[in-house]
């Protein structure tokens, strides 16, 4: 059974994991350096706890403690319980959903590990957006994508937003980052798949007619927010494809354009 600790002091170095929460920069170097990340919400917290994350603490207000204590139980690792005022003095922020969770990092699989049993990938270069990877990543899990790779300079999918925003989805879908890009393309063509680039260029062949659906083994390449798909990108793909749009309607934010393209690659296999 964990520790139900009392904690009073916001400088309290046993607080160190949740300090400067809203600091992206901060984070996104300590976060990586020291293996862990921060769930927050009772439902990601859980969701984390049930992929197989080991928690390193948590930290409480009050009132969850109850919410919580079935986890609490459960748990060898301290959970420091602290006034809703203290919790925001030391993340920075208010602590809406009132519990957050210090979860170690696993070392993560290579792209070749992942491709060699996925049917349907998805690939993001450069999206550094942490909104956008969370709503991919739910969009992911949801529709039946099997497996996410990152071009080295997307942003952390374990990020305290990322993790927020797909609901703890980034846990559900393995992914790995590819160590060059585009070179490291040619692994994931080598492995078998037809490399779609999502992009709304008018000479890109709309996503119905090219039936990704019936495709063997389909890697559909998403572009950051805005600047889309590199032109080294686009070189490397097999095809280019496109969501038809309407009313004038030139392009989709790229979380809501990657949740078409999924259902449109993965038709009738969630669930499957």
């Not at 030391?90 to 990092?105: E, F, I, N, P």
């Not at 690939?123 to 996410?148: C, K, P, Y």
Request: hydrophobic share 45%; charged share 25%.
């Amino acid at each position: 059974m964990a520790d139900l600790i009392t904690v009073e002091d916001p400088a309290d170095p046993r607080l160190r994991d949740y300090t400067g929460l809203t600091d992206v920069e901060l984070r996104r170097k300590r976060e990586p350096a020291e293996g862990l990340f921060i769930a927050e919400g009772e439902k990601v917290i859980r969701r984390a706890k049930a992929a197989g994350y080991e928690m390193r603490s948590m930290l409480l207000s009050a009132k969850w403690v109850d919410v919580m204590r079935d986890v609490i139980d459960e748990l060898p690792a301290p959970v420091y319980a602290v006034s809703p005022e203290l919790a925001e003095q030391v993340t920075g922020y208010h602590v809406h959903r009132g519990a957050l969770a210090s979860m170690q990092r696993k070392p993560l699989p290579t792209a070749d590990e992942l491709l060699a049993t996925a049917r349907r990938v998805v690939i993001m270069e450069s999206v550094n957006d942490h909104t956008n990877i969370g709503a991919i990543f739910r969009s992911a899990a949801a529709l039946g994508m099997d497996a996410v790779l990152l071009s080295p300079d997307c942003a952390d999918p374990l990020y305290r937003r990322s993790v927020k925003v797909s609901m703890g989805s980034v846990f559900s879908v393995p992914y790995a980052r590819l160590d060059t890009w585009p070179r490291g393309l040619d692994s994931v063509r080598e492995a078998g798949f037809t490399l779609l680039a999502l992009t709304p260029d008018e000479k890109a062949k709309p996503l119905d007619e090219t039936a990704p659906h019936r495709m063997g083994r389909v890697a559909l390449m998403l572009g950051a927010e805005g600047d889309g798909l590199s032109t080294q990108a686009l070189v490397a793909a097999d095809e280019w494809v496109r969501i038809p749009m309407a009313h004038g309607v030139d392009s989709l934010n790229v979380g809501a354009a990657a949740a078409v393209a999924f259902y449109a690659v993965a038709t009738g296999r969630p669930g499957a």
